[in-house]
């Protein structure tokens, strides 16, 4: 199926409230144009420079967002124009984007990224972790993040009810921060889980970001 004809069904098939996020990662430009003339406007990459490069030569009123690992040393080079940080996972990366955010007077997007898979290699804070490293007061400190919500991953599998459990528990997560720590956002109200092979699931349990990539764009031939 083209991109064309994928990016369609999923504008007309995803419930009100879940929008897509096109992971065109490792894609060409010529790819995501496809996309775009579709009417997609909202593509994830998980490569800073990769990145860069597609925002200094496509659209300007694409949103950009970043799904993957950032690190701190390069959180520069994204912050004058990303629309969200999907993968927030440590306490140094919130403060680096906290400076680049008051240096820039913007306030920048992002979602915590947590732990729910069964896997070991996954980042992410784990629940408790966060809670012991992260007080309500710390979140009135980051004036210069806007505090969107939460992201995960579930498990790779092929069973069902392990990434439902998963999927449930953060939601249920996402509610408790919600009265807990982000009491004073209104605008933390987003959770971005679900992929290509797992974005019904996610869907069931509440999402309100899905990030698919090869279910638009075929294949990636590569291991990223
Ligand atoms: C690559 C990637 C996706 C998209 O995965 P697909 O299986 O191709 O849909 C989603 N989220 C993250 C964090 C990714 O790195």
Known sequence: ??????????????????????????????????????????????????????????PKDIEWHFIGHLQSNKVKYIAPFIAMIHAVDSVKLLNVIQEEGRRLDRKIPCLLQFHIAEEETKFGFSPSEFSQLFEPKDAAQLDHIRFSGVMGMATFTDNDQVINREFSDLHRLFEKLKTTHFSERTDFSEISMGMSHDYNLAIQNGSTFVRIGSAIFGDRNNLT
Do not use: C, D
């Open 1 to 58: 199926m083209s991109i064309t004809h994928n990016i369609t069904k999923y504008i007309q098939s995803l419930p009100p409230g879940v929008k897509l996020v096109a992971v065109s990662k490792t894609k060409s430009n010529e790819e995501i144009m496809e996309a775009y003339h579709a009417g997609q406007r909202i593509f994830g990459e998980n490569k800073v420079q990769e990145l860069v490069q597609k925002w200094e030569t496509l």
